[in-house]
């Protein structure tokens, strides 16, 4: 009897010792997602919600359905409504409604780089189909993990993002519709503008006397870049043009081909699609945090997707 008592004993005390070693080689990545995991599970069972767990970890409640729309599949640009909401606190974030002008994103990505942010949002949005919304609820690991913002969130917050799916395209499509934006611009601020097969348009604004960029050459620039409405997205200081090397990746296509077009001393504006400058890059909800994680580097480029850019430039020298 006493030999099975303290049979018993050592198998408690094993059992002890081996949930502490597990215990302790929790990471504190697996800590932050058994700790979402837990909350989300209690928020979405005390308040009934009908919402099914995906094998993402973000839940999905379906709120309208709509089975003869056009399904969402890789590569479609996606064109939603949305209202974000912070779930702890239950206060809207951000919301966008304008249905003239969907917030568009591509529904692709790999492991380096998602198309949206919050990523599990980019995970699960090929559930959807045109036509339906769905409630999101978004634990902070497939959120912005340990980011926090003064105006937006704080640090591993979980969220629930309505979607509504009101535009499913082809990136054929969204480019066509680039090019008749572009158009109405050039017909209304410069009609006589130069324009070439890729969707570049050159409108030289100040005539220059020097060589013209050879495929390898160095110049040296200012440069303004910004959308069509003109709102700025990046400008080089007064005192600090930058050089670079052409055909070296260092521009986007449609910059490369206009300085190719340019002499030195000129200044002109470089008119292009998305296509030969900034492509699908990444979209983000909310849209207010672009500048602040483009200028850490945290996702690259500044440039909202699917968008038509404007290139105001002085070709300083060319070497």
Known sequence: ML???????????????????????ES?????????DEFLETYISENNIDAEKQISGVYIEVVYENEDGIQVVEDHVAGILYTLTHLE???VIEAHSDSLNPLRFSNSYNFN???IYPPGLNYEIGNMREGETF???IPSYRAFEGFSHKDYFDAHSHFIIEVDLIEVKTEEAIYE??????????????????SYPNGLYHIMTEEGTGSTPGT????EIHFTRSYLDGTVIETTKDDEPIRVIL???????????????????????????????????????PQGLRDELAASGDIWPQTRPYSPVIYEVELLSVD
């Open 3 to 25: 030999k099975n008592r303290l049979l018993l004993i050592s198998l408690f005390i094993t059992a002890l010792l081996l949930k502490g070693c597990l215990d302790a080689s």
């Open 28 to 36: 504190d990545y697996e800590r932050q997602v058994r700790i979402a």
């Open 89 to 91: 606190g239950g206060h």
């Open 113 to 115: 780089q998602h198309s």
């Open 135 to 137: 409630r999101f609820y």
């Open 177 to 194: 519709m680039e090019l008749e934006k572009i158009q109405n611009y050039i017909e209304e601020n410069a009609p006589d503008a130069g």
């Open 216 to 219: 390898s050459s160095q110049v």
């Open 247 to 285: 055909n070296n990746n260092e521009l986007v296509p449609g910059f490369e081909t206009g300085l190719g077009l340019m002499r030195e001393g000129e200044t002109a504006k470089l008119v292009m699609p998305s296509k030969i400058a900034f492509g699908k890059s990444v979209q983000l909800i």
